[in-house]
């Protein structure tokens, strides 16, 4: 199951774009309380909005990309990219399950999207984090991102890569 991988000391992280009937997964993870709990309220990703979303996504990305982080057979969290014009760049996102953090997923789940960003021939990715989320900041840097101040708010800082 799965693309790309990253070894990891026992485990193997990989991602893995979900089938249609795996979307459960989604629906878990983003209404889960504890997985959202860094400033994102839960919502709302019952069956009936599957399909569009699934369309738009999965079946016709046109420059996004979504996909499962897999741990020896267990959905963990997910990734994505997808153009933002107020940006103008590549925006990511990477949401880890709440009772999967603290295990260095997420570390290497952006390495990971680095990868299949670099792979997919993007030349640089963004990302937006509330200033409050130290632990998410550090790694971001700690992988090569730079913080643009002028893009950055008071609550949000703005941090972009190079690929």
């Known amino acids: 199951m ?5 070894e990891r ?7 893995y774009v979900p089938q249609f009937e795996e979307l459960v997964f989604r629906q878990k993870l983003y209404s889960d309380e504890n997985t959202m709990n860094y400033g994102d309220e839960p919502f709302d990703f019952s069956p ?8 738009k996504w999965v079946k ?6 979504y996909a499962y982080l897999v ?5 963990v969290g997910d990734i994505n990219y997808h153009y933002d014009n107020k940006f103008d760049c590549f925006m990511i996102g990477i949401v880890i399950l709440g009772e999967e953090r603290n295990k260095e997923y997420a570390q290497y ?17 963004c990302n937006l984090i509330s200033s409050d989320r ?9 992988l090569g991102f730079v913080k643009l101040n002028d893009k950055s708010t008071q609550n949000d800082v703005f941090l972009k890569k190079r690929l």
Do not use: M
């Open 2 to 6: 799965g693309n790309k991988n990253v």
């Open 60 to 65: 016709n990305p046109q420059g996004r990309f």
């Open 71 to 75: 741990v020896d057979k267990r959905f």
């Open 109 to 125: 789940g952006l390495k990971l999207l680095c990868q299949k960003a670099k792979a997919d021939g993007i030349k640089a990715i």
């Open 48 to 55: 009936d909005k599957w399909q569009a979303w699934f369309d």
């Open 134 to 142: 130290k632990s998410a900041i550090y790694i971001h840097e700690k």
């Open 9 to 15: 000391k026992i485990e193997k992280i990989e991602y």
